[in-house]
């Protein structure tokens, strides 16, 4: 039976909206319509890292080479470690999933997601004003209210509006996001701009790995499109007071960054200077980190209906600290888990498939917050000049098999087949 028939409206169009909305088209749901607050689709950020967890999912989507051509070849490690002060090699964690971990710029991540979907099912400069829960007899269960003054009808509404989610607030609520302690600066290096030695050792992931700080260098982009480049993200601890603007991210003076890592290895000096040739205003992004603690419920069903429904996924409902980086990656594991649970549910019990989708992805995406933030503080380290019993290559590695090597599409098949038809599906 399902509700792939029945009226879906995805509030937010960033990497979880757009994810969700292959999701949608690979499981087959048809009355789905995203509606995006901004004047145009983009994404702000350095580079974001795809694991095998989620690359899974994008082939099975089609997208394996669009996102080929946009992100960089393959790397001979998953990630190198050196230390902040010599430059010195610590050590590195190998490639052990498949497909390997991609690379990319999150705008081009974005356009990617974007090219299949149809344009009639996009809807930009449509901010959520409110959310009406209709009881009159006929109406539509929902009708979403934009700022704009337009309007839609939905019999379910899905929130991927971020970890400040006005869908999230609709549905009661009114918890605070949590800073982390950590702000994060991201700007990109050409490599042109580098010496020859450290462009040639930034070709890899590398972590200088500092005292509660640490700066992360990404390969991002392909070489065969003269995309390539580097992302540059540094994680610094700093008191919430010191922040100087009314956003969570702003524009900050490169100096700022350079003044966390001044005393730092000549690579270190050469990626700040890298910073300073390609930056026009002498300025890169600086963000602070926040995130949210679990919620026991990810929906709403609506009074008196037993397929009607709020749900809430990615950032909206697990956000995560991107130590891991797995914060796109875990709202693109539940996009399709959700989207397959609506199109191939046996009954239409939508209370039952949304306590389903919410029993299949909670234990995991609580685990990865949790983790998440334990993996910033060994990157950051009281004592950044030793390798571990927590932080060595071995137990880093065994520390994201877990992630990594999940199969959503398994587990789905799994845990599913009492409750969901899959005569029809592609999973």
């Not at 956003?247 to 910073?275: F, T, Y």
């Amino acid at each position: 039976m399902g509700f792939q028939d029945k009226r879906v409206v995805v509030v937010g169009g960033g990497l979880g909206g757009m994810a969700f909305m292959n999701a949608a088209q690979y499981a087959g749901v048809k009355n789905i319509q995203c509606y995006e607050q901004a004047h145009q689709f983009g994404e702000v950020g350095a580079g974001v890292d795809i694991s095998a967890n989620a690359n899974r999912i994008l082939d099975a989507f089609g997208l394996k080479e669009s996102l080929l051509s946009r992100s960089s070849p393959q790397l001979p490690y998953y990630m190198q470690y050196h230390n902040y002060k010599s430059g010195e090699y610590l050590g590195h964690i190998e490639e052990f999933s498949e497909p390997h971990a991609r690379l990319i710029h999150r705008a081009h991540l974005l356009d990617s997601l974007k090219e299949p979907v149809p344009k009639e099912l996009l809807h930009l400069q449509k901010r959520l004003a409110r959310l009406d829960r209709n009881t009159s007899p006929g109406a539509a269960p929902y009708t979403l209210h934009f700022e704009d003054g337009t309007t839609t009808d939905a019999d379910i509404v899905i929130g991927c509006d971020g970890i400040k989610s006005r869908v999230r607030r609709e549905l009661g609520f009114g918890d605070s996001p949590n800073y982390s302690g950590q702000v994060v600066y991201r700007g990109f290096v050409e490599y042109k701009d580098l010496p020859e030695e450290t462009a040639k050792l930034l070709h890899n992931v590398v972590n200088f790995r500092g005292p509660k700080r640490h700066i992360l260098c990404l390969p991002i982009g392909n070489p065969a499109t003269k995309t390539d480049r580097i992302g540059v993200i540094g994680f610094m601890s700093e008191p919430i007071e010191s922040w100087d603007s009314e956003n969570w991210m702003a524009r900050s003076d490169i100096s700022s960054l350079h003044e966390h890592v001044k005393d730092w290895c000549p690579q270190v000096q050469d990626i700040i200077e890298g910073l300073q040739a390609g930056s026009p205003d002498d300025r890169m992004l600086k963000q602070a980190l926040y995130v949210r603690e679990p919620i026991e419920k990810w929906y709403e069903m609506k009074e008196g209906q037993k397929d009607a429904g709020i749900v809430l996924l990615g950032d909206a409902v697990h956000s995560t600290l991107p130590h891991q980086g797995q914060g796109v990656c875990m709202a693109i594991e539940s996009g399709i888990a959700l989207a397959t649970i609506l199109t191939h549910w046996k009954n239409d019990d939508l209370h039952a498939a949304f306590q389903f989708y919410q029993d299949l992805r909670k234990p995991r995406t609580d685990r990865v917050t949790k983790t998440s933030f334990e993996a910033g503080k060994l990157a950051s380290s009281d004592d950044p000049d030793h390798l571990s019993e927590t932080f060595n290559p071995q137990a880093l590695m065994e520390r994201m098999k877990w992630i990594m090597e999940y199969n959503v599409l398994d587990d789905l098949k799994s845990k599913g087949a009492e409750y969901m038809d899959f005569t029809e599906s592609q999973i």
